[in-house]
């Protein structure tokens, strides 16, 4: 079986037409030099990028959430049960699409566990036994960690195997595929270094999520380490190339690493009359809105919405929290 058969039944019955036209980027080279004598790490970038990233499904739904998978799963759409407020056009041979935006959200989805108390959790590619968490079904990670698994048995020979027997590597695989996979959002990139520890059973069931009090989703970014500032940094850079539940988009732009998220999550929450320049997010998700009643973050997301160095600063915090670095557990910098 195909490793994108697990989304065909999906695609196959979409229309699909010539995928719109992206600006050139050139071929990614994001690994520290001297940090890959071997050329592994370069060869699977190659990989990723040539057979993944590049060529990746991008949806555009009746609903208006453009980018989304349209709510696309197996289920909804087998056999003749298929809703026609749903019926969308796939383009194919696409950056920024169904895989990129899953790769993204599975770097934090691995990381979110960190526990700076004691130094437990974090990025370790435990993510690969958490499939069956209630916090990681429903977002489709489980496509893009199956791919990294063959792309880690085809290397175990280079890799090597943990105790459990399975292939070594699945924690740095996620961060260098984040990077690639904002990169062909649209990010200026990041660059990476391979080393990380691989956890060989599942951690703590401790990500935040969507239907929990402020206090607890507070709380549970207190635990990682992140300040207010660095909340509304990792949540921006999430959502403005992710989608929600049912495959909705958290912007109009999610094809798109921007800055669409933070005005019309604003206005979505706090509504048009006061933010009149942005139009509504497609989907809002609690834990955005507790960002927008919250002062403290409310304030920083107005600045990065409206100031003419917001996305000057939204980029240098994004960079000092990308959780990309392994030299300590809760990374400071790419």
């Not at 039944?9 to 719109?20: E, G, N, Q, T, V």
Request: aromatic share 10%.
């Amino acid at each position: 079986m195909s490793k994108r058969s697990s989304i065909q039944l999906c695609i196959s019955i979409f229309s699909h037409a010539a995928r719109p036209e992206q600006p050139t980027l050139p071929h990614p080279n994001f690994i520290v030099p001297g940090s890959d004598p071997t050329g592994l790490w370069g060869r699977i970038e190659d990989r990723l990028w040539n057979d993944v990233f590049t060529r990746d499904t991008h949806f555009v739904c009746p609903n208006g959430f453009r980018g989304s998978n349209c709510g696309c799963t197996p289920e909804r759409f087998a056999g003749d049960n298929v809703d026609p407020d749903n019926f969308c056009v796939a383009y194919d041979n696409v950056r920024c699409g169904f895989l990129g935006r899953k790769a993204w959200r599975a770097v934090f989805h691995d990381f979110g566990t960190y526990n700076k108390n004691d130094d437990t959790g974090g990025l370790n590619g435990s993510l690969r036994y958490e499939l069956n968490s209630e916090k990681n079904l429903g977002n489709e990670l489980r496509q893009i960690i199956n791919i990294y698994e063959e792309i880690l048995a085809e290397e175990v020979d280079a890799l090597g195997t943990m105790d459990n027997g399975d292939p070594r590597g699945m924690a740095d695989l996620i961060v260098l595929g984040g990077v690639l996979a904002l990169y062909g959002c649209g990010h200026p990139g990041l660059m990476f270094s391979p080393g990380r520890e691989d956890a060989s059973v599942p951690d703590a069931d401790i990500l935040p999520a969507a239907d929990e009090s402020p206090e607890v989703m507070f709380g549970k970014f207190d635990r990682m380490g992140f300040s207010r500032a660095e909340v509304v940094t990792l949540m921006a850079a999430g959502h403005t190339v992710a989608n929600g539940l049912e495959g909705a988009a958290f912007d109009s732009t999610p094809a798109q690493f921007d800055m669409g998220w933070f005005g019309q999550t604003l206005a979505g929450v706090a509504g048009v009359d006061n933010f009149p320049q942005f139009q509504q997010a497609p989907f809002i998700v609690n834990t955005d809105a507790h960002l927008v009643n919250n002062d403290e973050t409310r304030a920083i997301m107005v600045h990065r919405a409206t100031a003419s160095n917001g996305k000057a600063t939204f980029l240098e915090d994004f960079e000092n929290v990308s959780l990309t670095d392994h030299e300590e557990t809760r990374p400071l910098h790419a």
